[in-house]
C-alpha cells in the first residue's frame, strides 16, 4: 500500500469515525460497496472511462473494512490462496 494510500485510508476512517461508531462505519462501508455495484455494471456497458475511478473507490471502501476490522495480512494471503484454489476448481475444470 502506498503512504498516500495509508494515510488516506486513516483519514477516512478518522472523520468518519467522529459521525460513526464502528459498527455503524462498518455498515457505510458495506453499504457503499453494494451501491457501487450496479454502477460499475452500468459504466462498463457504456465503455465509461469514469469506471477506473469507481473501481478504485470499492478498492478503497474495501481497505476501510480491512482496517475496521483488523484482518492481517495472513487472513488476506490465506484467502487469496483459498480464492485461487476456489476458481481453479470452477473455471479450469476439464470440459467432461
Keep these: 500500500m502506498s503512504l498516500i494510500e495509508e494515510r ?4 477516512i ?8 461508531d464502528r459498527d455503524g462505519l462498518f455498515r457505510l462501508a458495506v453499504q457503499q460497496l453494494q451501491l457501487h455495484g450496479p454502477e460499475l455494471k452500468q459504466l462498463k456497458r457504456v465503455k465509461a472511462p469514469h469506471l ?8 478503497l471502501w474495501a481497505k476501510v473494512l ?3 476490522e483488523r ?10 490462496v483459498h480464492f485461487l484454489n476456489k476458481i481453479k476448481a470452477i ?3 476439464s470440459n467432461e
Excluded: N
Aim: charged share 35%; net charge positive.
Design 13 to 20: 476512517i478518522g472523520i468518519l469515525g467522529k459521525r460513526f
Design 91 to 93: 473455471y479450469l475444470r
Design 52 to 59: 477506473v475511478k469507481e473501481v478504485a473507490d470499492v478498492y
Design 66 to 68: 480491512l482496517r475496521l
Design 71 to 80: 484482518v492481517p495480512r495472513k487472513a488476506i494471503d490465506e484467502r487469496a
Design 8 to 11: 488516506s485510508i486513516e483519514s
